[in-house]
């Protein structure tokens, strides 16, 4: 600093200016800040100006929602009954000497099922009867119907009287389905009539409401009717069966892949991340409807067939999130993918 000012001293001696004056002394400090405001801006504008911040983009995948009919199902649970059971019974006392049934055996209309040595030929098996006269004596019980032999309560060697209960069979052609209905829902279920049946091993067949038992469950308020199955089905008796109602067939329904539905913690809210502007990401609110393996109905959203919402990758994605698609040209459509049925929350009673 004291070189600077010698300089400038030394200037306006050469100029022949005085510096033993105040004017003089007052004019060398205003050529000096003027030469110090000269030399820093120099210094400044020679510096790399800082670059802008700019945040990420984050990779994610889009999808179309699609809009078609479909149908909200409520299901109820059922169980599996034989609804015709028969007692087979011994017209003779006797001693039991041949059993043709097993439990959970099938047998057909006029099989022999038993043979009954009756009490009188009993008392001649001392004598020189010959055995075929003897086995002229015995008695056999006969099927009368066709099914599966449900209990057996005698065995070779059993004495047992006229009238006695030998073995109880169900008709297998029989089986229906026992559905528990809420008191209160007697009415729509009668006006559905039709159903959708889904058998333990995940497939489904049709039935339809044949009518209903006259007593109701009364710890659970809930009454039971009779689903006939449109094709047999042979099951044992008490399996658990769902049973599925079309409540409901509703069109235009907006739907998105399960994956692009977003919630909170609680699940109490949901939203979709819309792609705006190729880049950049919105919030939009939405309520969930019926859903399928891998589709989610929107309520309230207002998005068409022309939006994108972001499939995979939106999880934690903040509003006005900067994205890159990468599937831009090759935008997954779900509405290529076969409809499927529309289901509600199922009700268990």
């Known amino acids: 600093m004291n070189i600077i000012t010698g300089i400038i001293k030394n200037k ?31 210094c400044v504008s020679k510096q790399p100006a800082q670059e802008v911040a700019v945040s990420p983009k984050t990779d994610v995948k889009v999808s179309s929602p699609v809009v078609r009919s479909a149908n909200r199902l409520v299901s109820y649970q059922g169980v599996t009954r034989y609804m015709q059971s028969n007692d087979i019974r011994t017209q003779v006392t006797g001693i039991i000497t041949q059993i043709n049934c097993s439990v959970a055996g099938s047998i057909k209309t006029n099989q022999a099922l038993f043979t009954i040595q009756p009490q009188e030929a009993a008392a001649l098996q001392k004598s020189k009867f010959s055995s075929q006269i003897m086995a002229g004596f015995s008695d056999t019980v006969f099927a009368h119907l066709s099914g599966q032999i449900k209990s057996l309560n005698v065995q070779v060697g059993d004495f047992v009287q006229a009238g006695e209960v030998l073995a109880s069979c169900v008709r297998t052609n029989s ?27 995940g497939t489904s067949i049709e039935g339809r409401v044949a009518g209903k038992l006259t007593a109701a469950e009364s710890q659970n308020q809930t009454q039971a009717y009779i689903i006939e199955p449109k094709k047999p089905i042979t099951l044992a008796e008490n399996i658990n069966i769902k049973v599925q109602f079309t409540a409901e067939q509703i069109q235009n329904a907006v739907f998105v892949p399960e ?18 502007n ?4 919105l919030k939009v609110a939405v309520e969930k409807g019926l859903k399928t393996d891998s589709l989610v109905q929107l309520i309230g959203s207002n ?35 076969p409809p499927s049925n529309m289901k509600s929350t199922s009700s268990r009673h």
């Open 278 to 281: 190729d880049s950049i990401c």
């Open 303 to 337: 998005l068409t067939i022309s939006d994108l919402v972001v499939s995979e990758g939106a999880y934690g994605l903040p509003d006005s999130a900067r994205v890159q698609v990468t599937n831009a040209g090759n935008v997954s459509d779900v509405a290529k993918k």
């Open 175 to 201: 089986m229906r389905i026992i559905v528990y209905i809420p008191v209160e829902q007697e009415l729509a279920v009668e006006k559905m009539k039709d159903c959708l049946v889904t058998l333990p091993d």
């Open 259 to 276: 994956s692009a539905v977003l919630g909170n913690e609680e699940q109490t809210r949901f939203w979709v991340m819309k792609l705006m």
């Open 12 to 42: 306006l001696q050469v100029a022949g200016y005085g510096l033993r004056d105040k004017n003089s002394e007052r004019i060398g400090h205003l050529v000096l800040l003027t030469f110090l405001t000269i030399f820093v801006v120099g």
